[in-house]
T-cell receptor, first 113, second 115 residues
């Protein structure tokens, strides 16, 4: 079992619809969870962080965390073609030094006009 | 540009040669992380350094790979006797503090191709 798992996609979403991305993790004691966006050939950039169970909203993005079920999700509302990218789920495991993150393989999202 | 600077952006080496990748963290950042990304895969942690110290090298291959972050100058990831399997994008990231905010600032990456 991978430490952080994501469906590789591609997830095809019509413009204006909601894109729903899921991520599961194996380390039950993990405390911090993050979503990074990576455009093709570019560097990852942090778009959301979540630390406690429930929802966290930031603009068109909503992160959801359920520690009991060990999953974290990302919703992108009103999807735009510019949202087409790979979304990486990352976890800061218990005992990890500093900001050492464990990443999932990423979900590729394609938003079609 | 006060961001994380990596060079070279692209590097081509023949099998058996050495590759040196450099990373200058964001101004004021003293924590550096190196990650490797194979095509169509996620980021794999390699090493975490502070100035003059290796904090966590659990992701580094046992042979041929080394990293340093000297008191002066950039962090360097060195790969000796490269093989085709070393072809990948190598990303450097920096953070301001030791805490686990998860906010890593990534450079644009160095793409190594081994012929």
């Amino acid at each position: 079992q991978k430490e952080v798992e994501q469906n590789s996609g591609p997830l095809s979403v019509p413009e204006g619809a909601i894109a729903s991305l899921n991520c599961t993790y194996s380390d039950r004691g993990s405390q911090s969870f993050f979503w990074y966006r990576q455009y093709s050939g570019k560097s990852p950039e942090l778009i959301m962080s979540i630390y406690s169970n429930g929802d966290k909203e930031d603009g068109r993005f909503t992160a959801q965390l359920n520690k009991a079920s060990q999953y974290v999700s990302l919703l992108i509302r009103d999807s735009q073609p510019s949202d087409s990218a790979t979304y990486l789920c990352a976890v800061n495991k218990v005992g990890a030094a500093g900001n050492k993150l464990t990443f999932g393989g990423g979900t590729r999202v394609l938003v079609k006009p | 540009n006060a961001g994380v600077m990596q060079n070279p952006r692209h590097l081509v080496r023949r099998r058996g040669q050495e590759a040196r990748l450099r990373c200058s963290p964001m101004k004021g950042h003293s924590h550096v992380y190196w990650y490797r990304q194979l095509p169509e895969e996620g980021l794999k942690f390699m090493v975490y350094l502070q100035k003059e110290n290796i904090i966590d090298e659990s992701g580094m291959p046992k042979e041929r790979f080394s990293a340093e972050f000297p008191k002066e100058g950039p962090s360097i990831l060195r790969i000796q006797q490269v093989v085709r399997g070393d072809s990948a994008a190598y990303f450097c990231a920096s953070s301001l503090s030791r805490g686990n905010t998860g906010e890593l600032f990534f450079g644009e990456g160095s793409r190594l191709t081994v012929l």
